[in-house]
């Protein structure tokens, strides 16, 4: 499980491959916290290359949603497949986390001024 990320103004994008598990969102949060990330405005997980999403991914979508309220920062999500979209909605995390359909709306809402 692969972990692209890049930064678009102040926001960091992070599009994990395949199957989004424990593992990968681990990886992501490792990531957010580095220095150089910290100081973005906030995270959009471009899920298009994401197969699946396990209940412990799940769980740590939260985890990192709650890391990054924390730091002041803000989580989105972006571009699921409909599979991914249906476990998101079906276990609730699309009412804490925003799913955009695209990368660029997600990191749009992001980048306006408080």
Same mark, same amino acid.
């Given at each position: 499980? @692969?972990?692209?990320?890049?930064?678009?103004?102040?926001?960091?994008?992070?599009?994990?491959? @395949?199957?989004?598990?424990?593992?990968?969102?681990?990886?992501?949060?490792?990531?957010?916290? =580095? $220095?150089?990330?910290?100081? &973005?405005?906030?995270?959009?997980?471009?899920?298009?290359?994401?197969?699946?999403?396990?209940?412990?991914?799940?769980?740590?979508?939260?985890?990192?949603? &709650? =890391?990054?309220? @924390?730091?002041?920062?803000?989580? =989105?999500?972006?571009? !699921?497949? $409909?599979?991914?979209?249906?476990?998101?909605?079906?276990?609730?995390?699309?009412?804490?986390? $925003?799913?955009? =359909? &695209?990368?660029?709306?997600?990191?749009?809402?992001?980048?306006? $001024? !408080?």
């Amino acid at each position: 499980m @692969g972990v692209q990320h890049v930064i678009r103004g102040q926001v960091l994008v992070c599009q994990p491959e @395949g199957d989004l598990d424990e593992a990968a969102l681990l990886k992501i949060l490792d990531l957010a916290g =580095s $220095p150089d990330q910290a100081r &973005t405005r906030g995270l959009v997980l471009d899920l298009g290359s994401a197969n699946y999403i396990s209940s412990q991914g799940v769980a740590g979508l939260l985890r990192l949603q &709650t =890391s990054l309220a @924390g730091q002041k920062r803000t989580l =989105s999500m972006a571009n !699921p497949s $409909p599979l991914v979209r249906r476990i998101l909605y079906q276990a609730g995390v699309a009412q804490a986390i $925003p799913i955009h =359909s &695209t990368v660029e709306a997600a990191c749009e809402e992001i980048g306006k $001024p !408080p």
